[in-house]
Nanobody
Framework: QAQLVESGGGSVQAGGSLRLSCAAP????????MGWFRQAPGKEREGVAA???????RYADSVRGRFTISRVNAKNTLYLQMNSLKPEDTAMYYC??????????????????WGQGTQVTVSA
């Protein structure tokens, strides 16, 4: 089972910024679809942003214009720059990877690798 390790979460005030990172093993990173998901207490997991191996990107409507997903293949690292954070962005954020996923589906397949999550808390 591949290990994806998220970091960068924390507590900020509304309007603040955070950058999440997801480190992945090199053998799965460059050719895989990579995505970010989040899950708030009592809510279903939702796709936030994804980037395919070709560079195609998708954002959820709720974060478009505020969040930026990027990947640095040389560092085997996926990023999520989150600006203008809102209290409704509060959730556990997870990194996901899939070999056959597409960014249009946030890389979600029946065979994803997942990280352990990093908590983001935004106060009003």
């Amino acid at each position: 089972q591949a290990q994806l390790v998220e970091s960068g979460g924390g507590s900020v005030q509304a309007g603040g910024s955070l950058r999440l990172s997801c480190a992945a093993p090199g053998y799965i990173f460059s050719s895989y679809c990579m995505g970010w998901f989040r899950q708030a207490p009592g809510k279903e997991r939702e796709g936030v942003a994804a980037i395919g191996s070709s560079g195609a990107i998708r954002y959820a409507d709720s974060v478009r214009g505020r969040f930026t997903i990027s990947r640095v293949n040389a560092k085997n690292t996926l990023y999520l720059q989150m600006n203008s954070l809102k209290p409704e962005d509060t959730a556990m954020y997870y990194c996901a990877a899939s070999q056959f996923g597409s960014s249009g589906a946030y890389c979600l397949t029946s065979n994803n690798y997942w990280g352990q999550g990093t908590q983001v808390t935004v106060s009003a």
